[in-house]
DNA sequence: CTGTTTCTTGCATGAATAGGCAAAACATGC
DNA sequence: GCATGTTTTGCCTATTCATGCAAGAAACAG
């Protein structure tokens, strides 16, 4: 294994988990625990990460976002459901991808060697994308609304405007079949809906306490979700009746 | 077998997997491994692969190195300019912060107590904005450059010829009495430009390496310079050049 | 404070590499 | 055909590089 090979894989790590131990990575590389330290020290004297006692943990100005994500609620869900999702993802699309935390983790499970372009506007969704290479990554500006951890507001309604996507990876809602996707708040709701209007389709990546829940601001019926990404244990009732208004069901 | 078919081969197999090892290619192609080393040199020279100890590498976009790079450099001054930096604020202000490693420290410097209005165009510096609650954050949206770690293009121009600020913080720049200030790319200079245009004052806090120093992209000239934070060591010849063109000299 | 884990540093070893050299393959002109 | 010059290739040698090991230092946990 050369050397580099390593580099980029605890580059990858750092990037998803946000943290990497010294231990593991050697028995995961086959090399023995020095030459791992030595890779996160120079790794560390290039700035790509913070040496820590163990290990080390992700240094960009990112860190605190990924870190604190880390430590929220149902993170191995939101990860097992981002990976099923990104599989529904062609390289060359072009892509809007709004706010929540579950977006986060399926930004973050996007593979490096894919070539897309997205846009959003969403700031960890927007920094967790900021070092894939191959994709082209579009901020939709605006009123920073840190509750939500996006813009809103008409600067954002104006640059989604002037887009169009393949898919619009929709986030942070409550899901019903009967009253369709809704969101929180009022500025948001606008943002969705303009994405939701500019894309071909929608793909919306829930745990199951989000399911059979609604907001009061309504954004799309249930028949404009083209794909929905669920646990293995969400209740096969609900999703019928998603399923017969038109959507795909993807199992993580 | 032609050199030029090897080398054909070589690419391809960098472009599938990213990597390719000197023994491996040697037994395949049935030379030896000087043969290869040989073509691997050629094609390192003509920027097609990155040369690694064992074989070579897909050659780096550039994208990863940059930003990261930089972050890990001179950080203490940078945090010690920040400080220096942030004792300019009056609370209530309206700010403009562009990019910039040394702008993102000064962000990470401003205290949680102090009320703001900042906009920019530099996600290090909107993440780090992020969870201040009494900071109105506006993110200027646009095309997203890695290099820069700033949004830029006529989306970014359009935001901020929508706003005015008391302080514009300009980062990451070349600085000379004589050209004034100079940006290394033609889309951030226009985005500089603006923001200067629209605020009352130009604040710019540089390490020693930055003063006399000339890019090629004009942003304005040094008498729009209203406050300079310099390191302590800065040679005293080049601060009297702008002082007398109206700057305020400010040791960190 | 004590023991354990992790980290750094120096060193030895083997693998990978660059440069020099000569033979072979190839092209070119007569 | 033959002679000449160029390019490519493999081999040899000195050097550089990556790695693991050992010893001492530092960080951590109890």
Same mark, same amino acid.
């Given at each position: ?9 605890? *580059?990858?790590?750092? &990037? %998803?988990? $946000?943290?990497?131990? #010294? /231990? ?5 590389? =086959? ?48 990860? *097992?459901?981002?990976? &099923? %999702?990104? $599989?529904?993802?062609? #390289? /060359? ?5 709004? =706010? ?53 507001? %008409? ?98």
């Amino acid at each position: 294994m050369l050397t580099e090979e390593r580099h980029q894989l605890i *580059r990858d790590q750092l &990037a %998803a988990d $946000g943290k990497v131990l #010294a /231990g593991e990575l050697a028995s995961r590389f =086959g090399v023995s625990e020095d030459t791992v330290r030595r890779d996160l020290r120079e790794l560390a004297k290039a700035g790509q990460l913070r040496r820590v006692y163990g290990g080390a943990v992700a240094s960009a100005p990112f860190a605190a976002a990924t870190l604190s994500q880390r430590s929220g609620h149902a993170v191995e869900e939101k990860t *097992r459901l981002a990976k &099923a %999702a990104v $599989g529904l993802l062609v #390289a /060359g699309q072009s892509l809007f991808i709004d =706010g929540g935390t579950t977006n986060e983790a399926i930004a973050r499970a996007i593979p490096r060697d894919m070539e897309l372009t997205i846009a959003t506007n969403s700031l960890g969704v927007a920094s967790a994308l900021a070092d894939r290479p191959l994709v082209e990554l579009i901020v939709l500006g605006g009123r920073y609304v840190p509750e939500l951890g996006t813009c809103v507001g %008409a600067d954002t309604l104006a640059a989604v405007a002037q887009l169009g996507a393949d898919l619009f990876f929709l986030g942070s809602c409550g899901l019903d079949a009967a009253r369709g996707v809704t969101a929180f708040d009022s500025a948001e709701a606008e943002v969705k809906r303009a994405m939701a209007k500019n894309s071909a389709g929608i793909v919306i990546a829930v745990t199951n306490d989000k399911l059979a829940t609604a907001a009061p601001y309504r954004v799309a019926g249930a028949d404009a979700i083209r794909h929905l990404v669920v646990e293995k244990t969400a209740p096969a009732a609900t999703l019928a009746d998603f399923q017969s208004q038109g959507a795909q069901i993807h199992f993580a």
